[in-house]
């Protein structure tokens, strides 16, 4: 079983590093790393240093060169460093070696989202996703990794499936993934027969990367309180609630937060939360506006909906975070008039990209709320009058 507890008694001491290769830049991979240092954050670490490589490809043996496994370890023994995560992937025979040449714990940038998922688990369904994610990584990575589990005696990286002997056998793991797979799928009978039962509303999914504030948004137009906090994945499980605008109700769910390199293990047992948002009738992309990187964070959700075939839904997307785009992109000597110059272009901009499918809002300052409850409003009896042309009690 899964340990959710919070089982981190001291402060991990983290070093990141990360490797230039393929078409990747150094300013991507800094970025990487950027975020890379918020997951070590939101699971409980502290991120003392960053080490780059450019290498054409990674070292099948360490992914980083000698010498550079020699810089990382000499830092680690002089700063007494507890554990090494790495942007990418590695291999369980990467893992043991790497873990054997710094003489401490290594863990990579999945084993570290599933960490997260795996403490923010919280009912049923999402303990068993995130279980049978966590056996699907460790399946191919069963014996390089688990030698050096053994020696690390728990933290990040370890809140893992089973640390016995026993579990180490690859065949009883591949019976444990069958046994979760069938839990899920009588799971995914029930969360559909849920789904149905909803009868005629228009259903709405808020949708984006992680921390983008779709939780705080979601508190503001349901006015129903749903936790939120400034960590990445901060909850896992879909949230409906049933909004009434004007007599017009419609269903409103929050939904998982996307991410750059999200494990695929993560995205295939996810597969009923994320029925929401492949059933809905309407998508809100939620994008946080004030991050430097947010084109980015866009396309990496579009492409997420795109692997999950709901790109194609309607689509309203709300830049959020105005406030904070505001203060970070305007000096305050700048003229007014040229403050509202730059936003209406930023505003042309996006309505010409959207094909006026946009609003800019501020969910913590409560900034043209009601603008985007008129929008929404408006879309969901567009909806409604498409679905039952000839009943009027909805619009």
């Known amino acids: 079983m899964i340990d959710n507890k919070n089982s981190i008694q001291k402060e991990e001491r983290a070093i990141l590093v990360g490797v230039v290769y393929k078409e990747q830049t150094e300013t991507m991979v800094n970025e990487y790393l950027g975020e890379l240092a918020f997951l070590a954050e939101t699971a409980g670490a502290k991120t003392e240093k960053t080490f780059i490589q450019k290498l054409p490809y990674p070292d099948s043996k360490t992914f980083v060169g000698k010498g550079k496994l020699e810089e990382i370890r000499t830092y680690v023994q002089a700063k007494s ?29 999945s084993d570290l989202i599933l960490d997260i998922f795996a403490r923010r688990a919280k009912t049923a369904q999402a303990k068993v996703q995130v279980e049978l994610a966590q056996y699907q990584y460790i399946l191919p990575r ?57 009868g005629e509303y228009i259903r709405v999914a808020l949708v984006g990367y992680t921390n983008v504030g779709k939780s705080t948004l979601m508190t503001l137009l349901s006015k129903s309180e749903v936790f939120a906090e400034n960590k990445l994945f901060a909850t896992l499980d879909t949230t409906t609630r049933k909004v009434v605008y004007e007599q017009t109700p419609f269903l409103l769910s929050d939904t998982v937060g996307f991410i750059r390199k999200l494990p695929h293990h993560l995205v295939e047992s996810f597969k009923s939360t994320l029925d929401e948002v492949r059933e809905a009738d309407c998508l809100l992309h939620v994008v946080d506006i004030s991050h430097s990187s947010y084109e980015d964070q866009m396309g990496t959700v579009n492409k997420t909906l795109q692997d999950i075939k709901a790109f194609d839904k309607p689509t309203i997307v709300i830049f959020n975070k105005m406030d904070l785009y ?18 209406k272009q930023l505003h042309r901009r996006w309505d010409n990209l959207t094909h006026g499918h946009c609003v800019f809002i501020s969910a913590t300052e409560k900034m043209n709320v009601d603008g985007l409850r008129d929008i929404i409003l408006n879309k969901v009896k567009t909806l409604y009058q498409e679905r039952y042309p000839y009943l009027t009690q909805f619009y």
Do not use: C, Y
């Open 326 to 343: 505001q203060e970070n992109t305007f000096d305050p000597w700048l003229p007014s008039e040229v403050k509202e110059d730059m936003l």
């Open 81 to 109: 460093i507890t554990l090494a995560i790495f942007d990418d992937e590695l291999t369980g025979s990467q893992i043991g070696n790497i873990s054997d040449g710094l003489g401490i714990k290594v863990i990579d940038r």
């Open 142 to 198: 069963l014996k390089g990794m688990w030698k050096h589990l053994e020696r690390q005696g728990g933290g990040i990286g370890s809140r893992g499936p089973g640390e016995t002997e026993i579990e180490t056998d690859r065949r009883i793991v591949k019976d444990k993934i069958g046994l979760l797979r069938k839990r899920l799928l009588e799971i995914d009978k029930q969360a559909t027969t849920q789904r149905q039962e909803r």
